[in-house]
Each structure stands twice: as structure tokens, then as C-alpha cells.
């Protein structure tokens, strides 16, 4: 039987048996040298290398590669081998996982469950907590069982769709079916000021009457006639403001109502929840970090998320003013972005309490400080130390909050494991909606983390964080993220998300349904990039000259500045540009290590890197230093002064666009080499720019670029591949200089199509209002997983944090200049 053979119906488990009987004599060798080793986690490499090893002849190692059982071990994530067992976790489909268990003596298979899987790990790691009957269990999925969620993993991502879907079917049927609508709309108001419709509506029958009268009357008006002129009337039948500006908005809004009340329809629920006024004050959640709009950039922490977040309310703030024009309100929307008070602000605005947001009408950065009981701590906190002060940041916000903005927020949205956790604590005890973003979940980005957390712990404090990761991923009522493989990765490799669905952590918990990709909360906006800083190289009139001597000093000077070490002795060459924090999965020190070691490369093309700065006993933080002081022995190794510019973070984001620009004049490119990157707001910036592009294939990069055509892709743990690929490309460009315009003219229409802040603002404003709903649809059901996780909360990461240590208010080393 080939592996066409197997049938997408089939289990793992059902057809295994078949597949190891087929090369019964192979098998038993091969499995006889899995567990020849004792204990221990294979990866599929592994699996593979070994299997190879145990098959000599080439012409039967094929044949049993192609058929039923290498389809099997190409699909396996890795397996636990615990002699004489294997257990194996197969993962055919994106977010669909089998785990089945085989014995090498006789090769009977079992299929098993993912908590018995996860036993089988903890006995490499802890096999005294493996084998503990009592060892906390968490079981998130146990009180799913009654919603529905989406089956295909194509659907995955596509969340508010899916919830209007099962949205109609909840409210089909009778009049009674829809009562929830109407009680929702009763309870519209905005500060006590009622909304769209009151207590005369008060049963569906009513409403449904009091709508066909409404709307012939609306119809026989010119579509522009403003919604004072009949306001008197619609009171008289029971309607209040909120329908429309004009007779024709909302003849609309109350066409698409109707529809739903007569028979509910994916499409006109999304219509009508776009247009329903339920959203006008929205607090964002990014307590970490330097937040700030000026001078923080490449300071330890504070990357993509500040700039992710200060476009993200400019874009929803505009969007929202639309909407509530639309609506016919006058009122203010307000978003406040809340972040923590930084006394120690190292020159920043970080100290600073209450910020207005520049280029917003109406919105601004909130600061509330950590307090211990020692105090306000006054010195920045690294992310992975920031969970002892989070509860009584929590309460200090939220007082603060209702504060400035009169009353409660309609919409939470937290940032990161921080700020979603804290999220999640403010929105459940005020019962406000939640969204949460996690443009890098930290799990994924080390290897085992799970199962080797202790090791990490007193480093990372894995255990708060992924504790803390699992509360708000099961409290959010969606959760926004910027590609698919954020969720649910690749035919290859799981999604950041989908590492969630079962995992464990010997000694602390082992997490049986951490999370479920399928849950219809899941939705994909991707962010765009301001196109007002990040514009073609092309459009001559707009680029930013006065900026250029001040380019050209940063990129060609001879002399090392604080600034910038290094020098291009040949200006002619195009530049291969990066620009990241130094960061270890930013991989800035693989990429000038691939270029130090191909020559052809280094012919071809300069290197320009923007990261970090030049002087490790400046920096606070462990990974940066680590990597500063690798940049420097890389440098040294390959002799690269002369073809490498090293320039320190450059946080003038104005200044940064035109330097991609300027990069774009040389016919160069940016490059993006990193390990993993969860989404990649560089890659925007620099497609924006229309700089061709080459990015990592693992992570966010995967989706936004298509191979070859509006960019270039490269295999971050493939060096000597990658540099070369890159090479190809410059070559490719001297024989045809045509090339580089294409790809570059590609990139831009990608960018146009799917990455811009328009698209999200509308996407995540959507969300807000059809979640509203939802989550009211199954109050019960979310009523009894916030007590389960209260319980979680309290019994489980409190006693983790009080683990993190304090931080003393000593006197901070002075940060390099930026
Ligand atoms: N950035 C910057 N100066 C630097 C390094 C980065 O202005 O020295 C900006 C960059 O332009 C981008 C953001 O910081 O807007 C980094 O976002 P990305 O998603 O690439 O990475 P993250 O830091 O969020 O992991
Ligand atoms: C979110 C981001 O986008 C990144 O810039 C940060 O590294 C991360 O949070 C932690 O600060």
C-alpha cells in the first residue's frame, strides 16, 4: 500500500499497524535502535537519521519512506521513548494531533491520549512526577464541550465569521430564539444615554412590527436626510439614536436587522454588528517595556509592540470616529493605552502620567507605576521578571482608568503575556470584552521549554509565564493575531498558538487542553505599517532630502563614532541592510556570520546592521550583551571592516523610513534573518519602501513574502544556503536590472492587497462588537471557565510569582546613549 493509500479518515492508530507490518523485518531494527539509547525526546530529524541508519539497502529504504509508514513519521512532531515503548505525537494537519504508543518488542500500537503522551515525556524529564497519581492536571477543553468550533484547518483564523455563523443558527426558529438580540439591544446605552432601541420594543414581535413601519417610512425620504429631522417620530415607535446618520443608513441598519429577525444569516449579523454602536472607549494593555512615542525604540524590550501599538490606535481611533459619525452619535471615542510609569526614565517620557498621542484626536498613553509594598519601583523591569507586580498594577490601573475615562471601557485589549494577563484580570471582574494579541508567545521560541522549565525558571520564570499565557488565552473572548501560522503554523511545523494545546511542565502541570486552535476566537489581522513614514523610494517629490547628509555621514563616513563602528571602503556595491533588536532570535549575528563566511556575497553586496549598540557593559540585558559581544568577535574572525557598517538602534522612525529608502536607491536589500519572527513589522516597513526584501521562512515572513515573487525567502537554520541565495539574487540583478524592479514593484502590491491599518482597524472593531454578543449568548458557559480560572489564578500563579524576586530600588547603570 502506498501512502496515497491512506485515507485522510483513517487514524494514526488504525492504520500504524498495517504500516510496521508491511517492513516488519526493518522496523523491528530500526525500533530496536530508537530505544537502544534509553530515555529520550526525538525529534523528527532524529527519527529519520536513525531509521535510515537501520535500513542499509537504498532501493527498500525508499520503498519504505514512500509508503504508509514514512507518510506516518514525516507527520510525527517527535516521540518519547521510554523502553520498550515509543510514544509517538503525529501531527497530519495543521491543529490535528494523534498520539499513539508502540511497543518494540512486539510493535503492537496504541493510540493514546494527549495527557498519556505527556506522561510518557515527563518520564525522560521527572519520573517521579510521571508517575504521581495525584499531579495537577489542567483541563481547559472540559468546559468547552458545548461550544462549537470550526473543523477544517483552513477555517482556522477566520473567527468572526464562523461566530455569525453559529450566531444564526443559536437565533433561528421562533421569535423566542431571538430574545437575546432584542434584550442586547435594550441594553445598549451610551453613560445612561439609551441606544437604538427601548423598553416599548421590548418583546421581538414588536421590534419586528415597529421595523417594517420604520423603514417604509425612511424609504419614502431623500437618502441625505439627516436623522434629527425624524428622530421625534422613531422615539414615538420605540427607536432611540444609534441607526443611522441619514434615512438611507439606516434604512440599511434596519434592513439588515430585519433580515436577521426573520432569518438570522452570517452575512447581515456581521452587517448589523459593524454597525451597532457598542464601542467607544478602548484601553490597551502593554504594561512592559519603555512605552513611549519618542527615544525608546531599541531600548531593551520595547520593539514592534510600541510601534504595533501607537499605528494600531491611530488606525482604530479614525475608524471608529466613521463609525460613530455613521451611527449618528456625536460622541467622543477615547482609547487609552496603558502602560507602566517608569520614575527612572533614562531621558524618555516614560515618568510621565497621562501622554496625549500624537496624531489622535482624542487618545493617550496612560501611566500607572509598580508598587510594592517597598514603594514605587523606579527602575525598568525585564519582562521575564515583571509578574510580582502585576495584580496591584491591575487594581492601581483600573482605578485609574474609570477615572479618565468616566466610566467603563467597552473593549479591553492586552499586548504580550503582561498585558494580556492583566487584561484578563480587569475585563473578567468588570465584565467588559476582551481581546488579546501575542505577537511572540515565549514557549515556542525555545526549544522544550515545557519540559525543561525548571532548568530555564530561575532565567525566564517559564512557569509564571506560560501559567499566565494559558489564563488569558482561555479568558479572552478573541484573540487578534497578525498571519495564520501564528495560530496554527504550516503543513510542517505547528502554530505558536496550536504549542499550546498540550504541554507540560513536570513538577508544576501537566496541561492537557491548554488551548484549542479550532475555538472560533482565533482571528488573523495583520498590521500594516504607516504609510506616511514608510513610502516608495520611487515617489521622488515626498522623500525626506533634508535627511540625507545626515544618511549618508551614518552609512559611508570613515571614522567609528558612538554611533556607528565599521566602514564601506566600496560605495558602489548595493547594501544588504537588517535593522532588529539584539535579540538572539533576531539572528543579526547569524547574518553577519553567513556574510563573513561567503565570499561571493561579500563581492557582491555591503553590510549595513541598525542593532543594539557597541558596549556590553552598558546593557542590562542578558541576551544583549551575550549578542553584543558576538557581534564583535564575528567582526574580528572574518575581517569585516571595510564591506560592514555596525550602526546603533536608530529610533527616529521618520528618519528610519528614508534610510530604507536610501537603501532602496543602492538596488540593495533588508534583510531579516531571524531564528523565528512572529510577525515581522521590519518586512512591512521595508516592502512599504519598496526595498526588495528577504526574510526568514520561519514564522510571520512565510506569509507575507512570496518566495521569489514579492521577495525572497531564506532558511534562518540553513547559513550557507541562505548567503547563497542571496548572492543568486545580486548576481541575477547584474545580468538584469529589470529584476530587482519587479520583485520590488511585487512587494508593494502585496503590501496594498492584505497589510494595511485600514483592513485591521475595521477587522478588530468588528470583533469587538460581534464578541460583545457572543459572549453573552453563552453567558453560563463563560461564567463557569472564569471560575475555573480564578481558581487557577489564584492557587497556581500567584505562588509562582512570589517566586520572581523583588526589585530593590538601587541606582540603575546609566543606559548608552540612543
Ligand atoms: N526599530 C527601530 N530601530 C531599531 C530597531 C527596530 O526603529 O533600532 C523598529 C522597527 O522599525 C520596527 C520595530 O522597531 O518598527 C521592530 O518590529 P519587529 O516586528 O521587526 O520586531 P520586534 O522588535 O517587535 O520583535
Ligand atoms: C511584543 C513585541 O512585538 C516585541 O517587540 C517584543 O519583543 C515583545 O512584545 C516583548 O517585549
Known amino acids: 500500500m502506498a501512502s496515497s493509500a491512506f485515507k485522510r479518515s483513517d487514524s494514526i492508530a488504525d492504520s500504524m499497524p498495517e504500516a510496521l507490518r508491511q517492513s516488519r523485518y526493518h522496523m523491528k531494527r530500526c525500533f530496536a535502535r530508537y530505544i537502544a539509547k534509553g530515555k529520550r525526546l526525538m525529534k523528527l530529524q532524529n527519527l529519520m537519521e536513525e531509521m535510515e541508519k537501520s535500513i542499509d539497502d537504498k532501493l527498500e529504504r525508499t520503498q519504505v519512506l514512500e509508503g504508509l509508514l514514512g507518510y506516518i513519521l514525516c507527520s510525527t512532531q517527535e516521540a518519547a521513548v521510554v523502553p520498550p515503548y515509543i510514544a509517538f505525537a503525529v501531527r497530519p494537519n495543521p491543529g490535528f494531533w494523534e498520539f499513539v504508543k508502540v511497543s518494540s518488542d512486539d510493535l503492537a500500537v496504541e493510540g493514546i491520549t494527549a495527557g498519556e503522551y505527556l506522561k510518557f515525556k515527563e518520564m525522560i524529564f521527572d519520573e517521579k512526577w510521571a508517575k504521581n497519581e495525584s499531579a495537577l492536571e ?43 438580540l432584542l434584550d442586547y439591544l435594550i441594553a445598549l446605552n451610551h453613560q445612561g444615554e439609551k441606544l437604538m432601541i427601548n423598553e416599548n420594543l421590548n418583546t421581538v414581535t414588536k421590534l419586528e412590527t415597529a421595523l417594517v413601519v420604520a423603514e417604509v417610512f425612511v424609504s419614502a425620504l431623500p437618502s441625505e436626510t439627516p436623522y434629527h429631522r425624524f428622530e421625534q417620530r422613531f422615539l414615538e415607535w420605540g427607536f432611540e439614536k444609534g441607526w443611522g446618520e441619514t434615512a438611507e443608513i439606516v434604512k440599511e441598519t434596519m434592513e439588515s436587522l430585519s433580515e436577521i429577525l426573520q432569518a438570522p444569516d452570517p452575512l447581515n449579523m456581521e452587517k448589523f454588528f459593524s454597525r451597532v454602536p457598542t464601542i467607544f472607549n478602548i484601553v490597551i494593555f502593554s504594561p512592559h517595556g519603555y512605552f513611549g ?58 515618568n510621565q502620567e497621562l501622554e496625549p498621542i500624537l496624531h489622535t484626536k482624542h487618545s493617550h498613553i496612560l501611566r500607572v507605576p509598580f508598587r510594592t509594598e517597598n514603594g514605587v ?41 503582561d498585558g494580556n494577563l492583566v487584561a484578563s484580570l480587569m475585563a473578567s471582574k468588570l465584565g467588559i470584552t476582551q481581546g488579546t494579541i501575542a505577537h511572540a508567545l515565549e514557549k515556542t521560541k525555545y526549544e522544550d521549554s515545557d519540559v525543561k522549565w525548571k532548568e530555564l525558571d530561575p532565567k525566564y520564570h517559564f512557569s509564571c509565564q506560560f501559567t499566565a499565557d494559558m489564563i488569558a488565552m482561555n479568558s479572552t473572548d478573541f484573540i ?98 537588517s535593522m532588529a533588536r539584539l535579540d538572539t532570535v533576531k539572528n543579526i549575528t547569524g547574518l553577519t556570520e553567513w556574510y563573513g563566511k561567503n565570499k561571493r556575497l561579500r563581492n557582491l553586496v555591503n553590510l549595513v546592521i541598525v542593532a543594539g549598540f557597541f558596549d556590553p557593559t552598558k546593557s542590562k540585558d542578558r541576551e544583549e550583551i551575550a549578542e553584543i559581544k558576538k557581534m564583535h568577535s564575528i567582526i574580528e574572525k572574518y575581517q569585516l571592516k571595510g564591506q560592514l557598517r555596525w550602526i546603533a538602534a536608530q529610533n527616529d522612525r521618520v528618519r528610519n523610513g528614508e534610510l530604507y529608502r536610501c537603501i532602496a536607491d543602492t538596488k540593495g536589500a533588508f534583510v531579516q534573518p531571524a531564528l523565528y519572527e512572529a510577525f515581522g513589522l521590519t518586512v512591512i516597513e521595508a516592502m512599504n519602501c519598496g526595498l526588495v526584501t528577504v526574510a526568514t521562512n520561519q514564522g510571520g515572513p512565510a506569509e507575507i513574502i512570496v518566495d521569489g515573487v514579492s521577495g525572497i525567502h531564506i532558511d534562518p537554520s540553513k547559513g550557507d544556503e541562505s548567503s547563497n541565495k542571496i548572492a543568486d539574487f545580486f548576481e541575477k540583478c547584474k545580468e538584469d ?62 505562588n509562582l510569582a512570589k517566586n520572581v524576586a523583588i526589585a530593590s530600588n538601587v541606582p540603575q547603570l546609566p543606559l548608552a546613549p540612543t
Not at 303 to 313: H, K, P
Not at 317 to 324: K, P
Not at 486 to 502: D, L, M, N, R
Request: hydrophobic letters at 35%; aromatic letters at 12%.
Open 737 to 798: 536590472p529589470e529584476y530587482w524592479n519587479r520583485m520590488s514593484t511585487a512587494g508593494l502590491k502585496r503590501i496594498y492587497e492584505c497589510y494595511t491599518w485600514k483592513i485591521y482597524a475595521n477587522k478588530v472593531l468588528n470583533m469587538g462588537s460581534v464578541y460583545g454578543f457572543w459572549k453573552q449568548l453563552n453567558k453560563d458557559q463563560k461564567q463557569a471557565k472564569q471560575r475555573y480560572l480564578q481558581m487557577f489564578y489564584n492557587l497556581q500563579f500567584k
Open 480 to 577: 487578534i493575531t497578525s498571519t495564520y501560522q501564528e495560530i496554527a503554523g504550516s503543513k510542517e511545523k505547528p502554530g505558536q498558538y496550536e504549542k499550546h494545546t498540550a504541554f507540560t511542565m513536570p513538577g508544576l502541570c501537566r496541561v492537557v487542553s491548554g488551548i484549542n486552535v479550532f475555538d472560533p476566537k482565533f482571528n488573523i489581522a495583520a498590521p500594516g505599517a504607516d504609510q506616511s513614514v514608510y513610502f516608495p523610494y520611487t515617489q521622488k517629490q515626498k522623500r525626506l532630502a533634508a535627511f540625507h547628509p545626515a544618511i549618508e555621514e551614518l552609512l559611508y563616513s570613515k571614522e567609528e563614532t558612538s554611533e556607528h563602528i565599521g566602514f564601506l571602503a566600496d560605495k558602489k556595491k548595493p547594501i544588504i541592510f
Open 377 to 417: 519601583v523606579k527602575q525598568w523591569i525585564s519582562r521575564f521578571d515583571i509578574y510580582p507586580y502585576l495584580e496591584r498594577f491591575t487594581q492601581d490601573a483600573t482605578a485609574k482608568i474609570l477615572d479618565h475615562l468616566e466610566g467603563k471601557p467597552d473593549l479591553i485589549i492586552g499586548n504580550y503575556t
Open 293 to 350: 512615542q519618542a527615544d525608546v525604540l531599541g531600548l531593551p524590550d520595547t520593539g514592534g509592540q510600541v510601534v504595533y501599538i501607537l499605528d494600531q490606535v491611530r488606525a482604530m481611533e479614525e475608524e471608529l470616529l466613521f463609525r460613530i459619525k455613521r451611527q449618528g452619535l456625536s460622541v467622543k471615542p477615547q482609547i487609552v493605552v496603558v502602560t507602566r510609569l517608569i520614575p527612572d526614565a533614562k531621558g524618555t517620557k516614560c
Open 138 to 180: 489542567v483541563d481547559f477543553g472540559a468546559f468547552d464541550f458545548s461550544m462549537p468550533s470550526v473543523t477544517l484547518s483552513s477555517s482556522i483564523g477566520n473567527g468572526v465569521h464562523y461566530v455569525s455563523k453559529f450566531m444564526s443558527s443559536k437565533l433561528s426558529g421562533n421569535s423566542e430564539k431571538a430574545k437575546p
